[in-house]
């Protein structure tokens, strides 16, 4: 493999000769982790949701792995900053061209990746209080930080149990955002309910009792059975945005 890399406007430019997919999507990788937007083949796969076992084999020459669809996802993750025809065919440059001709664009692609998109994760100690709680004696910067691959959420919280399973499998992360539920609930959504008994994750939807949602279970299992939750026992309501988890 050979290549060289210039200057231009504070921007590092990779031109490649005589290289394979695998060899460019190590440059990439490489790339990535030189600006703090990962630290590892498990943020990576955290982000772009594509598989650390796929994210390993394409690392390690496995060529098949890296298709059209696989750089396609893998882009959308970063803004689309890399040029999809140099990552699959090796022609022109690593950065695209739009990125390139703007350090601004590049620099607010690094911001997205390292601020926008790591998030604090709740300690699984907060799990049996609440997260009002968690908010008020915990600090963000206290807190294991994870990449997000979404904006606008507030944190990740740790699925506990196979009350939600398939969907929301035990051991998964889900990233949540707070929502004003005076405004309004969609039914039919997942929820993280901070209650007076501690923090659930159910789908709502409308209870027949004046003042309550109901909860209820993915897993169709008895173990799981719907229950009404009063509004009033209910300190915050946190929409689920995504959930992930390792395969």
Same mark, same amino acid.
């Given at each position: 493999?050979?290549?060289?890399?210039?200057?231009? #406007?504070?921007?590092?430019?990779?031109?490649?000769t005589s290289t394979t997919k695998s060899?460019?999507?190590?440059?990439?990788?490489?790339?990535?982790?030189?600006?703090?937007?990962?630290?590892?083949?498990?943020?990576?796969?955290?982000?772009? %949701?594509? @598989?650390?076992?796929? =994210?390993? @084999? !394409?690392?390690?020459?496995?060529?098949?792995?890296?298709?059209?669809?696989?750089?396609?996802?893998?882009?959308?993750?970063?803004?689309?900053?890399?040029?999809?025809?140099? &990552?699959?065919? %090796?022609?022109?440059? &690593?950065?695209?061209?739009?990125? !390139?001709?703007?350090?601004? $664009?590049?620099? @607010?692609?690094?911001?997205?990746?390292?601020?926008?998109?790591? /998030?604090?994760?709740?300690? +699984?100690? !907060?799990? %049996?209080?609440?997260? #009002?709680?968690?908010?008020?004696?915990?600090?963000?910067?206290?807190?294991?930080? /994870?990449?997000?691959?979404?904006?606008?959420?507030?944190?990740?919280?740790?699925?506990?149990?196979?009350?939600?399973?398939?969907?929301?499998?035990?051991?998964?992360?889900?990233? +949540?955002?707070?929502? #004003?539920?005076? !405004?309004?609930?969609?039914?039919?959504?997942?929820? +993280?309910?901070?209650?007076? #008994?501690?923090?659930? =994750?159910?789908?709502?939807?409308?209870?027949?009792?004046? %003042?309550?949602?109901?909860? $209820?279970?993915?897993?169709?299992?008895?173990?799981?059975?719907?229950?009404?939750?009063?509004?009033?026992? +209910?300190?915050?309501?946190?929409?689920?945005?995504?959930?992930?988890? $390792?395969?």
């Open positions: 493999m050979s290549y060289f890399c210039r200057k231009q #406007n504070n921007i590092s430019y990779y031109r490649m060899e460019r999507f190590n440059l990439v990788y490489d790339y990535l982790r030189s600006q703090g937007g990962i630290h590892n083949q498990t943020e990576l796969s955290q982000l772009t %949701g594509i @598989s650390r076992s796929n =994210i390993s @084999s !394409a690392l390690n020459k496995k060529e098949y792995i890296i298709t059209r669809r696989f750089i396609r996802r893998f882009n959308i993750a970063f803004n689309g900053i890399f040029d999809e025809k140099w &990552m699959f065919e %090796g022609e022109g440059e &690593m950065l695209h061209s739009k990125v !390139a001709a703007s350090p601004a $664009v590049e620099q @607010s692609s690094e911001e997205n990746m390292t601020d926008v998109r790591r /998030i604090p994760l709740l300690p +699984v100690s !907060a799990i %049996g209080g609440s997260l #009002n709680e968690f908010v008020g004696s915990v600090q963000a910067t206290e807190c294991e930080q /994870i990449v997000s691959p979404i904006r606008d959420v507030d944190f990740a919280v740790t699925v506990s149990g196979d009350s939600m399973y398939p969907e929301y499998p035990n051991g998964s992360h889900v990233f +949540v955002k707070k929502i #004003n539920e005076q !405004a309004f609930i969609e039914w039919g959504r997942t929820y +993280v309910l901070d209650t007076c #008994n501690g923090v659930v =994750i159910k789908l709502l939807v409308p209870s027949e009792r004046e %003042g309550y949602v109901r909860c $209820v279970s993915i897993n169709q299992s008895p173990l799981y059975p719907a229950f009404d939750v009063a509004m009033s026992d +209910v300190y915050g309501f946190y929409l689920v945005k995504l959930c992930m988890s $390792v395969k």
